[in-house]
């Protein structure tokens, strides 16, 4: 997996995989901004992006292949 690839997606306060995108918001297109319900754009989730926990598909419940990091919090 190359670090640009995407997969899934960020809408409505949720993590989404691919399908269940297309599913609820429509098929990706380079030309079509997607837009969520609030009207915020859907922001693609990169293979090289980091999360602080694991992100959840709000559909199918199936995680998403990011990478988690561990945050250490100052005393």
């Given at each position: 997996?190359?670090?640009?690839?995407?997969?899934?997606?960020?809408?409505?306060?949720?993590?989404?995989?691919?399908?269940?995108?297309?599913?609820?918001?429509?098929?990706?297109?380079?030309?079509?901004?997607?837009?969520?319900?609030?009207?915020?754009?859907?922001?693609?989730?990169?293979a090289a992006d980091e999360w602080t926990y694991e992100p959840v598909c709000?559909?199918?419940?199936?995680?998403?292949?990011?990478?988690?990091?561990?945050?250490?919090?100052?005393?």
């Open positions: 997996m190359k670090a640009c690839d995407v997969v899934g997606y960020t809408a409505d306060g949720e993590a989404w995989c691919p399908a269940g995108t297309a599913a609820r918001y429509g098929p990706a297109h380079p030309t079509r901004d997607q837009r969520d319900r609030d009207g915020n754009a859907v922001h693609p989730v990169f709000g559909a199918c419940g199936a995680s998403l292949p990011a990478r988690v990091v561990h945050v250490r919090r100052s005393r």
